[in-house]
């Protein structure tokens, strides 16, 4: 099993997020610092500032939320899920777009972290 490990800058808030509009499952929660979602075969874990994850790196970079690099969520009626998540509040950055293999979406948790949503053809 493969897990993906996202930086946030509010763990309540990104377990908020991804539980109630994505679907996903708290598995535990490590106070304000981590927590562990799971959604089908996918965990996530989220770190917060106060993580380990999340202390600088020796040549002083810091850990940041944000980027374009994304886990991938295959779904079933992506116009509909849109519709729900932007109503909802949900941040897009871009509008539904085709390709030969399907349709896809990028929205963003409440840190600006990236998540494709997929419908396959």
Known sequence: MASVRYIVRDVTAAVAFYSGALGFTLRQ???????????GDLTLWVAGPHASASKPMPDGRQPEPGGWNRFV?????????VARLRAEGVAFRNDIVSGPGG?????????????????PA
């Open 29 to 39: 929660q490590f106070g304000p610092a981590m927590a562990i979602l799971a959604r």
């Open 103 to 119: 349709r896809q979406i990028l929205c963003e948790d409440p840190s600006g972290n990236c998540i494709e949503l997929f419908e």
């Open 73 to 81: 969520i295959e779904v079933s009626g992506l116009d509909d899920l």
